[in-house]
């Protein structure tokens, strides 16, 4: 490997790995609270992209408008799901919600479909993200560079929320014992319809910046990140928003570099992630930054 | 001031309470005691809002207050620190003083002092997290933390459960203090012993059901009370 591709997969894995982390803390943060893998949050990423393409292909709209529009629209899913989907089920077994996730999931999928078409759609080219840059030898879009600076303002911004204003400590109480946030005057259903609107946010402002460099959003482009996300998430530690991040940044630098080292092995990159999750659970099951695991009472 | 009227209250089929009626009045201290599974600690429940009843009425100085949730119960005016304490472990011991008071707008400061002031120790400890305290050090917290949202009844669920005799017996100068201070207590308790004697009004609570009620120290005197809960 030169130094060109060297510093070319720096910035690609960079720039995938700051995108994978703020999809990550959605697992991380919905996990924290609900103790439940949201299997759907891979699906409500790809829903984004289509609000985008619809937003900004179908309507027409500038981006100053299409963003903030698509972030509202996917909030707004996030929490109708939790709703219908995952509040029914509070009381119910763990394994019932799980279950209903990934109901959920493949609703998501099949409703894109039927909506959307299994064809591919192409994403919307938007301007400030694509502006190409040179930097010696090493050739990039602006968007690999607006990421990762978009992902730690975000981070900050949430670190900042959850450990120092009331809602965040409201959030950090629920995490640990429902029942007591309540004699609080805590109103928990509040809280967690919170925290889907934060997590799926932060997976709208990933799937532009993921979706943004590629050509193409089908119905099942939420899988494989999806996947891959939850894989940080576990890497990272779950529970745990700054683990997610760097088990983002982990997974992206692997997958990247794995490529750009072993171009034969391409083909196997998806494959990689996972071996690193299966090592992981044996070595460290917890993760890299994540609590011992303590059942809610 | 709080009044609960043939209150029965189910959980998975089973009557845990059996319709019991009794009276909270101002500015006293009431306790309830009874065995394990006697119902005490549903009863503190339902009134809390966490439990819905099946059956009664629930008032507080007047207004029906059953059924309402949890948060409601709160602004109302009444607070429970329920049993084994449950402070937040991860946050520090002013942060769960802050939560304490989640529903208030107004300015926390003075409440704040008057915790501290009961419980000095909470003041060194202030920025340590609450899962690194004692039991006894956590009990206060609890505590502190009910009095935060500033409560016209606290009810507490056996605060001396699992506690040395002496962090008891300063528990319990506590909850005399803060009833001096105009603060309604509801207080429930396997330790019968101690909790008679600060009450003034105490009832016996025996499978769902009040078998005998009086002062404190009526029951404190009492055969049937001696042989099964003083030993």
């Not at chain 1, 090592?279 to 930054?289: E, K």
């Not at chain 2, 439990?51 to 007047?62: D, N, T, Y």
């Not at chain 2, 909850?175 to 016996?204: K, W």
Request: with cysteine; aromatic share 8%.
């Amino acid at each position: 490997m030169d130094l060109t591709t060297f510093f070319q997969s720096c910035v690609t894995s960079v720039s995938i790995g700051s995108a994978y982390a703020l999809i990550a803390i959605g697992y991380t943060m919905v996990y924290g609270i609900l103790r439940l893998i949201n299997f759907a949050h891979g699906d409500i990423f790809m829903m984004a992209g289509y609000f985008t393409i619809f937003a900004m292909s179908n309507f027409m709209l500038p981006w100053y408008v299409a963003i903030p529009l698509v972030l509202a629209m996917t909030a707004l899913l996030g929490v109708v799901i939790e709703r219908i989907a995952y509040k029914p089920l509070r009381s119910a077994p763990r394994m019932s919600i799980m279950i209903s996730a990934i109901g959920v999931s493949f609703f998501l999928e099949n409703f894109a479909t039927y909506l959307f078409t299994g064809l591919p759609k192409s994403f919307p080219g938007i301007g400030f993200l694509q502006i190409p840059m040179e930097w010696g030898s090493v050739k990039l879009q602006s968007v690999s560079i607006i990421t990762p600076i978009v992902t730690i303002v975000l981070v900050v911004a949430l670190m900042t929320l959850v450990n120092k204003t009331k809602i965040g400590m409201a959030m950090r109480a629920a995490a640990k014992d429902f029942e007591t946030a309540q004699l609080m005057g805590i109103k928990i259903n509040r809280v967690i319809s919170f925290t889907f609107a934060v997590g799926s946010v932060l997976a709208a402002v990933g799937a532009i910046l993921y979706f943004s460099p590629r050509p193409m959003v089908y119905p099942y482009s939420g899988m494989m990140p999806g996947l891959k996300c939850f894989v940080a998430a576990v890497l990272g530690g779950i529970g745990s928003i700054p683990g997610a991040c760097i088990g983002g940044f982990i997974i992206g630098a692997v997958e990247t570099f794995l490529v750009a080292m072993f171009p034969t092995l391409s083909g196997y990159s998806d494959a990689f992630t996972f071996v690193l999750l299966i090592l992981m659970l044996l070595v460290r099951p917890t993760g890299l930054l994540g609590e011992k695991m303590t059942d809610k009472v | 001031m709080l009044k609960i009227d043939d209150l029965k209250v189910s959980y998975g089929g089973i009557e845990a309470v059996k319709g019991i009626t009794f009276e909270v009045p101002e500015r006293k201290i009431v306790t309830l005691i009874g065995a394990n599974g006697a119902g005490k600690s549903t009863t503190l429940r339902t009134i809390a809002g966490l439990v819905k009843p099946a059956h009664g009425r629930i008032h507080l100085q007047g207004e029906d207050i059953t059924g309402l949730s949890p948060d409601r119960i709160v602004s109302k005016g009444i607070t429970l620190v329920p049993e084994g304490r449950r402070v937040f472990p991860d946050l520090t011991v002013l942060e769960n003083l802050k939560i304490g008071a989640y529903l208030r707008r107004d300015s926390i400061e003075d409440d704040l002092n008057w915790v501290y002031e009961l419980f000095p120790r909470l003041k060194e400890r202030s920025w340590q997290a609450a899962g690194t305290l004692s039991g006894g050090e956590q009990q206060m917290l609890a505590v502190g933390r009910a009095l935060m949202s500033r409560p016209k009844i606290i009810m507490m669920d056996e605060p001396s459960l699992g506690l040395a005799p002496l962090v008891v017996k300063g528990i319990f100068d506590i909850i005399r203090e803060i009833n001096r201070q105009g603060v309604t207590v509801l207080l429930i308790e396997q330790n019968a012993n101690m909790a008679l004697r600060i009450a003034d009004v105490a009832y016996v609570l025996e499978t769902g059901k009040l078998t005998l009620s009086g002062t404190g120290r009526e029951l404190l005197a009492n055969e049937q009370v001696k042989k099964a809960y003083l030993g």
